[in-house]
């Protein structure tokens, strides 16, 4: 019988030599726990899978080393250990982007994000170029991946939290656009993406930043973390300094050597980026509330859909897959 969590951590511990009682975290909507313990002269966190999965820390290990090798700050790991499933992580703190923005003044954003922004592009300029050998090479947002985040939402938000019963044109009207949106999205050139780039992930260190929760990076079009950060289900951004950082976006990756020769084309791909993006977060919020009983993510269903009706209208294709939704879903 596999050993149980509680087990695993007691084997680690002692394996290791450390002493103390871990201090269980505030965790993410991921099958993960974390805990702080005394660690040195310091704390490290404890990441510990709630029943091992040797393939997905493999993919964290590749994930990590990839981006600690390109320059990107991600935490240090001190120990790992395959038999209980257990990682020592570097110890970022508490304070994500997101708690550290919180009443803050113009210049703090400002700087946080234009930090968030140089970070992103050694992610997506350095990290695509140094070919090494990573899992996320081998994932990309295809249009099978695009469309599958879409159904997704369709099933455990439209139709699971609000309890939707679509008609089958309606339902085949809703997945033409869908479908339309994923083979816009899936012909557009790919980098190597976070995949979960937003103020959650982004932890303050005084100054500067740490990224975290990385593994699940792919390659994508840019447009997918920059829109992960900039419209944000978290922190919402006022609309003139969303796109006073996608000018800094340009304006940074021209000066490592990506000329955007066309910003329109830029804002239609990063708006059809968002679009999907959204409605994928739309989607894992719904998830969780429905099917693992967390509705603590219910609240940003709200500001993610106001994206949606912000963005969606200029786009042809969506029209009608919006009038249908709009029966169903009172944010729309």
């Not at 309606?170 to 780039?197: C, I, M, W």
Request: charged share 25%; aromatic share 12%; proline share 4%.
């Amino acid at each position: 019988m596999p050993q149980s969590k509680e087990k695993r951590i007691e084997q680690f511990l002692e394996r290791a030599k450390l002493r103390a009682q871990p201090l269980p975290l505030k965790g993410d909507a991921s099958t993960r726990s974390f805990y702080r313990i005394p660690f040195h002269k310091g704390t490290a966190v404890m990441m510990v899978y709630d029943t091992p999965q040797p393939e997905v820390e493999r993919t964290f290990l590749d994930v990590h080393d990839h981006l600690s090798a390109c320059g990107v700050p991600v935490p240090r790991i001190y120990d790992y250990d395959q038999e209980t499933s257990i990682m020592l992580i570097e110890d970022c703190g508490d304070i994500s982007l997101e708690e550290r923005l919180r009443g803050a003044a113009p210049e703090e954003y400002r700087h946080f994000y234009r930090c968030a922004i140089e970070i992103l592009l050694k992610i997506q300029i350095t990290g695509t170029a140094a070919r090494r050998e990573c899992a996320a090479f081998s994932r990309s947002f295809d249009e099978h991946k695009l469309t599958e985040e879409l159904d997704f939402f369709l099933t455990h938000t439209v139709e699971g939290f609000f309890k939707a019963r679509l008609a089958k044109g309606e339902k085949e009207g809703v997945r033409q656009a869908f479908t339309f949106l994923a083979a816009r999205l899936s012909g557009l050139p790919r980098a190597f993406n976070h995949r979960d780039y937003h103020s959650r992930n982004l932890m303050a260190v005084d100054r500067s930043l740490m990224v975290v929760d990385f593994q699940d990076a792919r390659m994508g079009p840019c447009q997918y973390d920059l829109a992960s950060l900039l419209r944000d289900s978290y922190t919402v951004l006022d609309g003139e300094f969303r796109y006073a950082m996608i000018d800094y976006y340009q304006l940074k990756s021209s000066e490592m050597g990506i000329s955007w020769h066309n910003r329109e084309d830029f804002l239609e791909r990063f708006d059809l980026m968002s679009l999907q993006r959204n409605l994928k977060a739309c989607g894992t919020f719904g998830y969780m509330s429905v099917v693992r009983g967390n509705n603590r993510y219910v609240h940003y269903l709200e500001p993610t859909f106001a994206y949606v009706r912000e963005v969606a209208p200029q786009f042809s294709f969506m029209s009608d897959c919006l009038k249908i939704l709009g029966r169903y879903v009172p944010f729309l």
